[in-house]
């Protein structure tokens, strides 16, 4: 049995279950401050911290790039060349000096002029990414930072240093004794550091305004170029205080991102002192919960939402959420990605679900409902059910060919074209089937979900990202 316990925070009502909760739908506020109580900090330090991190992650850390077609020249791959130039880094200063973190921007065309000063920079904001199991399935979502966020003449480093945030903190343990297995003769240290995660997002007019600015002006491609450029502007960054960052928190702040797996999602603000005050002036503090539905609202999924569902980094959006550079060469888990990447694409996609009518007597948020197709579109997987048709070997003495062979259906539900992982009982976080909905083709479907025996209706869309 579950204990239920109501509680009320800064307007936001939750019912509580054990380390669970399914949150009561109320709208959130356009901004707010959130503790990321579920996330854990390792530092790589030392002179091949880049390479190393490079080597795990689907994250390019140093700048080069694997030409895909060996036996031509494309446009993109002159244009690669330039776009490496580009930058000012040697490989003397990414071993010995704390340079910053490459950001590559996918979004931008390698085969178009116009775009290429947009695709590659030197900064000291951090950056999304995946930590990949050998056979290719997520191990754990992550951020990592240059750090100290800020180099001055009391804090100069000889060598690169990173901030590794891992977003799932029950994950922490077998990645950290992960990275020591790797680390092999690298010359890296790693250690468990204690700091704080905070989420800031501000949906008000002036904070879409507030969100251009930091990115055109303080962290943008186009014009941070090198180590030097990337620190004045974090400088800059911090002088100018557009956040309103508290003196503490500026004092302590180790790390910071522009969290942009989507479009004006938020930031997050890292401080070195865990009992430290909220680091931004005059804000509501929001519970743990509402980052789960800001997530939600986005799209954007973390592995803690899967369970013990094993996924592929594109069935999460790693594409969409600009959490990999696909020309970084080899990695842990590459191969799989990229077969995927250059091949037919992902079978499955997780997106955002709204459900027609609130769904009773869920006991936990996290509680995997079944999704199945409406009978309207019976039609459509028709033809997958009679390629579910096999004869049975054993069924008959005589070939397949005679006729009192028995055809045998294969197991697969064929009705069931998904599950969802996450949900407040209004709306949530879905995994679903390509041969129902084709996100790339279409915005919404309806869709049938079964919880308890009972059938209810909903919609999958994915405007979020299509729009």
């Known amino acids: 049995m579950f204990s239920f316990n109501r509680v009320s925070i800064t307007g936001l009502s939750f019912v509580v279950t054990g380390k669970r909760f399914i949150s009561v739908p109320s709208k959130l506020p356009l901004k ?21 991190i490079n080597g795990l992650t689907t994250i390019k850390m140093v700048p080069k790039y694997l030409k895909k077609n060996q036996t031509t020249i494309s446009a993109a791959d002159v244009n690669n060349e330039t776009i490496l130039n580009s930058i000012n880094l040697s490989q003397d200063e990414i071993n010995t000096s704390n340079w910053g973190i490459l950001h590559e921007s996918e979004e931008f065309d390698p085969e178009e002029p116009d775009e290429l000063p947009m695709r590659l920079g030197i900064r000291r904001d ?27 003449n009391d804090n100069k480093d000889s060598e690169p240093s990173y901030l590794i945030e891992i977003l799932n903190k029950n994950q922490f343990k077998p990645i950290q004794m992960m990275l020591k297995l790797h680390k092999l ?46 620190n004045d502007l974090s400088l800059k960054f911090i002088s100018e205080n557009q956040l309103s960052l508290t003196k503490e ?26 009992n430290s005050e909220p680091p931004i002036l005059n804000e509501k503090i929001l519970p743990y919960e509402s980052y789960i539905e800001r997530r939600i609202q986005h799209g954007i999924v973390e592995n803690s939402d899967l369970g013990n569902i094993a996924t592929l980094p594109f069935e999460c959006n790693i594409d969409w959420m ?31 679900i709204k459900f027609d009518e609130k769904i009773p007597d869920l006991k936990d948020s996290f509680e995997k409902l079944e999704l199945r197709v409406i009978i309207d579109d019976n039609d459509i997987l028709k033809d997958e059910k009679s390629n579910n048709i096999a004869f049975n070997p054993f069924g008959s003495s005589s070939d397949s060919s005679n006729s009192n062979s028995k055809p045998v259906r ?35 479907k309806k869709v049938k979900v079964v919880h308890n025996g009972i059938t209810y209706m909903a919609t999958i869309d994915s405007s979020i990202w299509n729009s």
Request: net charge positive; aromatic share 14%.
């Open 126 to 152: 951090g950056r999304f990414g995946l930590l990949l199991r050998a056979n290719g399935r997520i191990f754990s979502d992550l951020f990592i930072y240059p750090s100290p966020f800020n180099i001055t």
């Open 410 to 444: 294969a197991r697969r539900d064929v009705g069931k074209v998904g599950e969802v992982l996450v949900n407040d009982g209004i709306c949530g976080l879905a995994r679903i089937e390509k041969r129902y909905f084709d996100w790339d083709k279409i915005q919404t």
């Open 32 to 52: 707010g401050l959130i503790k990321l109580e579920n996330s854990k900090f390792l530092q790589i330090s030392g002179q091949d911290a880049s390479v190393f």
């Open 249 to 274: 928190s500026i004092s302590k702040l180790s790390g910071f991102a522009i969290d942009d797996r989507s479009d004006y999602f938020g930031y997050r603000i890292v401080v070195s002192d865990p």
């Open 185 to 230: 003769r690298s010359k890296v240290n790693i250690k468990e550091v204690n700091l704080t995660s905070w989420f800031y997002y501000n949906d008000t007019k002036e904070g879409f305004k507030i969100y251009d600015s930091i990115f055109e002006n303080y962290f943008n491609n186009s014009f941070s170029k090198n180590s030097k450029i990337a």
């Open 322 to 352: 600009h959490g990999i550079n696909y020309d970084k060469g080899c990695y842990m888990g590459q191969e799989l990605t990229i077969r995927t990447w250059t091949g037919n694409g992902t079978a499955r996609r997780i997106l955002p």
